[in-house]
């Protein structure tokens, strides 16, 4: 049975992207079933409909007083999701979202986990910025499966490389999202196989 992908997106979703291109690429026996964003304008509501694949914004806005992560548990049940995809989510995924895919929620961190470089405020240009502020020689990627504290679960792979000696935010930010699109397919290569 080919497995459901569903996605959880707050910007472009480019690891949404770099699995559907490996999907489509027959790299991935999978399906993207479905991509839900926090965010009205993310650029991954784009993609998905380029793609044709269902999307949803649901947010405190747009669904005030409700529980926004149960509405989203709900959703990706409904769609019969394998594994819950995090491409960029900036939102704690909360207990009863945890509880409706143990084991199946998978987030890509682009820093070396465990580390200072994850944690509360430790996402996008800001986990660059303290890297080379703080001199760091090596960085990378990391995928692992998300549990109740962020970015402290068990860790499924890493990729690592090189700070050069002139590397800025940008070049940085870059490279490493290079590097998260082969470490995204390959570590989703080593789930499909184990399941
Ligand atoms: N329960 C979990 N939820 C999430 C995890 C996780 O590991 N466990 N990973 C994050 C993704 N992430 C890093 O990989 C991350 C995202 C956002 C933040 C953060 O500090 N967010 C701010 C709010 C930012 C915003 O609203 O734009 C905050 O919480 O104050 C840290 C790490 C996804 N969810
Ligand atoms: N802590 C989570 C985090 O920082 N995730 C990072 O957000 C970026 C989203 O980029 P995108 O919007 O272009 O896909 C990705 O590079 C991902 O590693």
Do not use: W
């Amino acid at each position: 049975m080919i497995k459901k992908i569903g996605i959880l997106a707050s910007y472009n979703g480019s690891g949404f992207e770099t699995i559907q291109k490996a999907i489509i690429e027959k790299k991935l026996n999978a399906k993207v079933v479905v991509v839900i964003t926090n965010n009205t304008n993310a650029g991954v509501l784009e993609k998905a409909e380029s793609y044709d694949i269902p999307y949803f914004i649901i947010n405190d806005k747009r669904y005030p007083g409700q529980n926004i992560d149960d509405k989203i548990a709900r959703l990706l049940l409904e769609f019969g999701c394998d594994y819950i995809f995090l491409s960029g989510y900036m939102k704690k995924i909360e207990s009863n979202l945890l509880s409706a895919f143990p084991n199946k929620i998978i987030n890509t961190h682009p820093a070396l986990l465990p580390s200072i470089y994850g944690g509360i405020g430790m996402y996008g240009r800001f986990v660059h910025e303290a890297v080379i502020k703080n001199g760091e020689k090596i960085s990378g990627v990391t995928i692992h499966y998300v549990d109740e504290v962020y970015d402290e679960g068990e860790i499924i792979l890493t990729k690592e490389l090189e700070l050069t000696n002139d590397e800025t935010v940008d070049s940085l930010e870059n490279r490493i999202k290079e590097l998260e699109s082969v470490a995204i397919v390959e570590a989703f290569e080593k789930l499909l196989a184990k399941s």
